[in-house]
């Protein structure tokens, strides 16, 4: 009776559609037959049930795992804000000063989107600090999740990287200066150095081209960003999210359904997140600037202090902590680039520091060096700062590549639960019962699995 | 340790209270279903409330920014022209918003032809009386002062820009031709004062643009005289 396309129950070999591989769309009963003939064609609705609906989530995720929710919606503030502001602006050394003030002051809510735009790059940075030191507290950078670990350090260096050639684009005294820095340190690098900068920077010096390709540059990494995510979200959801007791998910009783449970965690930390983030925008714009980049570039007065921006100040500490240009240059980069190697640094099998009480300790003190960089970044290197930076730099590399590998063999971790349901729930819904009818619960036969167990 | 990586065999029970999350049954007193009780009902209405204001908020900025800025082309600009540097029978153009401007500067002969009744009977619109102008200029000569006529270069045709044949000719362009504007494109013609020929495609004399004059000599295009005022965005055919 019904269109053979739409009805449920007609076999797939009638609809003209290849069977010889496992369907891909899996909806179950309670589907409409539009959603079906769609979903037996472009299986979206089945993939978003699977990965954000019924998605099965540790139950126990506390709210440091909202981070990377975070760090998604700040991103997608950031794109659509970068699209009207690429609309507005010209990119070249005489016409981009005067098209950012323009965006400020002339353009329909210009400066409510440059703003955004610029309160946008501090809240992702903001939440990727908090996203990678929750990953190292808590392991979730090891078996079986390295991969995802390295997608997310490639975002978080693909991210700098951006960052700094947005920070060009205004063409002001900081934007101008900051590139010189960065071209300078790049030449003094032996040998390859000093084309390098040439052939980045397109000319001997920062001019009118450097400025092109800055834009190029900033404009399509924000896109090869957005793909990146998917990336590491696609890595994410083969293992499935980690937890703070650093055990694998055993069974149905340690997880929740992604949504409602999840869905509503991750919405409340998004609410305080725009929260803050429009405090920023509306009410402390000037936070995150500095003067002197309302000043147009000028090649031949250098500002006073060149300070970078916040998010950069613990790299930009390290860089000043040694009085040896090329050794500050290897260290900065080197205090990023250690932690792609951390799950293999890292030679205990206990995840979660919680378990590990002198990693515990470690971490803390980690987060403390960084804490002290990033002030140490936007003060003169000059007495106790330049003491506190040396101080900060060494226990970074310390804790990376001595304490990590023999913490693993020195250290006694505390005995970890059975499983994750076990801590978490009271004890009559921990043990597996099958009495009562509580939320009725979709997808198919679990049952079996249990017994397994 | 096993590690759980099909999300599929992962997932909670089909049914049984135990795995599926925390047991919300006791939760409501007026015995309804927790998912679709009258409570929670408004409570989604709200929240997709005020999701859908919040949204129209988030989005007026972005439609804001893509409104037209000021500068050279914006509808307030002004445009000012020193009329000492054009000889009579000489003609200017300049740009006013985006938009070509004749200046002219008439001869007394060709202000004496603007009157003849030979050339205001092959006229459309001799008198003025479609809104192409201010009314300010709504005269003989179309402008404020005689000698110096002011028109928006635009055939009201489909929107050429006519050129200056200012000189009469027996023949050229056309048989009996008092001198003034011809358009390259479907061949309208308008007199020295902007006002269009009968028997060609154009319906509509030429616009003039408020102006005013600071003195004797200069131009303000754009800006009305002191207590008068015209829309440009109001004439008929541009
Ligand atoms: C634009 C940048 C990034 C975005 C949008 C992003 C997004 C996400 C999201 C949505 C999650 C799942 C929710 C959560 O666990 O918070 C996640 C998990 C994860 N991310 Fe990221 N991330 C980014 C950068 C990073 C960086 C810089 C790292 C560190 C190197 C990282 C490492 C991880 C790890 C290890 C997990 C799994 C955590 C666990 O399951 O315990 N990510 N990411
Ligand atoms: S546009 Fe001038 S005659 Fe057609």
């Known amino acids: 009776m019904a269109d053979p396309l739409t009805s449920s129950t007609t076999p797939a070999a009638m609809t003209g559609i290849p069977t010889s591989r496992a369907p891909a769309s899996t909806l179950p009963d309670g589907y409409g037959p539009r959603s079906r003939w769609l979903d037996r064609r472009l299986p979206v609705i089945s993939l978003l049930r699977r990965e954000y609906v019924v998605y099965p989530t540790p139950r126990n995720l506390n709210y440091l795992w909202n981070f990377g929710a975070l760090a998604t919606v700040a991103l997608a503030m950031l794109i659509l804000t970068g699209i009207f502001l690429a609309i507005a602006y010209t990119p070249t050394a005489a016409g981009a000063f005067a098209s950012v003030e323009a965006i400020d002051r002339q353009v329909g809510s210009g400066w409510v989107i440059r703003s955004t735009h610029m309160a946008g790059a501090s809240m992702v940075f903001a939440a990727l600090y908090v996203h990678t030191f929750r990953s190292l507290y808590y392991g979730s950078y090891k078996e079986p999740r390295e991969v995802l670990w390295l997608t997310g350090m490639l975002l978080l260096v693909m991210m700098m990287v951006t960052a700094f050639a947005g920070y060009v684009l205004p063409w002001g005294q900081m934007s101008y200066w900051g590139a010189s820095v960065v071209s300078g340190a790049i030449s003094s690098l032996p040998g390859i150095g000093h084309p390098l900068a040439v052939w980045l920077q397109g ?11 800055y834009y190029a540059l900033h404009f399509v990494l924000g896109f090869l960003i957005l793909g990146a995510v998917v990336l590491h979200v696609v ?16 069974g149905p009783q340690d997880t929740l359904p992604f949504h409602p449970y999840y869905t509503s965690k991750d919405a409340i930390g998004v609410v305080l997140f725009l929260i803050a983030f429009a405090v920023l925008v509306f009410y402390l714009p000037g936070w995150l600037t500095q003067p002197d980049n309302y000043i147009e570039a000028n090649p031949y007065s250098t500002p006073a202090d060149i300070t970078p921006e916040w998010y950069f100040a613990p790299f930009y500490a390290v860089l000043r902590a040694v009085p040896s240009q090329l050794g500050g240059l290897l260290l900065s980069a080197g205090s990023v ?41 936007l003060h003169r290197p000059a007495g106790i700062w330049l003491a506190l930076s040396r101080i900060a730099t060494l226990y970074w590399f310390l804790h990376f590549l001595v304490l990590l590998p023999l913490l693993g063999g020195i250290e006694t971790p505390l005995k970890l639960p059975d499983s994750i349901g076990r801590p978490v729930l009271p004890p009559r819904q921990a043990t597996i019962s099958t009495a009562g009818a509580g939320l009725p619960m979709p997808d198919g036969a679990m049952a079996q699995r249990m017994e397994n167990d | 340790m096993a590690v759980q990586t099909d ?29 679709s009780g009258p409570r929670r009902d408004f409570l989604t209405l709200l929240t997709g409330a005020a999701a859908v204001i919040g949204a129209g908020a988030f989005a007026f900025p972005f439609l804001d920014s ?5 500068g050279p082309d914006a509808a307030d600009a002004t445009v000012d022209v020193d009329l000492s540097k054009i000889a009579p029978g000489q003609q200017i153009v300049v740009v006013w918003r985006g938009k070509p401007v004749f200046v002219v500067h008439r001869t007394p002969k060709a202000l004496l032809g603007l009157q003849d009744t030979n050339l205001t009977d092959r006229l459309r619109d001799w008198a003025s009386r479609e809104r192409q102008q201010p009314d300010y200029v709504v ?9 110096y006529g002011v028109m928006v270069g635009i055939c009201t045709h489909l929107g050429c820009v006519p050129g200056y044949v200012p000189n009469p000719s027996a023949t050229d362009p056309v048989a009996n031709w008092p001198g003034g504007y011809a358009c390259p494109c479907h061949g309208s013609k308008f007199d020295l004062a902007g006002r269009v020929f009968q028997g060609a495609p154009a319906q509509y004399n030429l616009p003039v643009p408020p102006y005013s004059m600071p003195t004797r000599s200069s131009l303000r295009i754009g800006l009305s005289p002191d207590d008068l005022d015209f829309d440009f965005s109001t004439i008929r055919q541009l």
């Open chain 2, 66 to 70: 893509l409104a037209p800025v000021g």
């Open chain 1, 337 to 377: 680039l250690v932690l792609f190697a951390v799950p293999w640094l890292d030679t205990s099998p206990v995840h979660s520091a919680r378990f590990r009480p002198l990693y515990r300790i470690a971490m803390m003190l980690l987060v403390v060096a960084f804490l002290l960089l990033l002030a140490c970044g």
């Open chain 1, 203 to 213: 000319g001997d010096t920062i001019g009118d081209v450097t400025l092109h390709r």
């Open chain 2, 7 to 35: 999300p599929q065999t992962a997932g909670p029970a089909p049914s049984g209270p135990d795995f599926s999350g925390p047991d919300f049954s006791g939760h409501d007193s007026h015995g309804h279903h927790p998912e």
């Open chain 2, 139 to 147: 005269n003989w000569h179309r402008s404020i002062a005689p000698e």
């Open chain 1, 235 to 250: 890595a994410l959801h083969v293992t499935g999210s980690s937890n703070p007791l650093g055990i694998e998910v055993k």
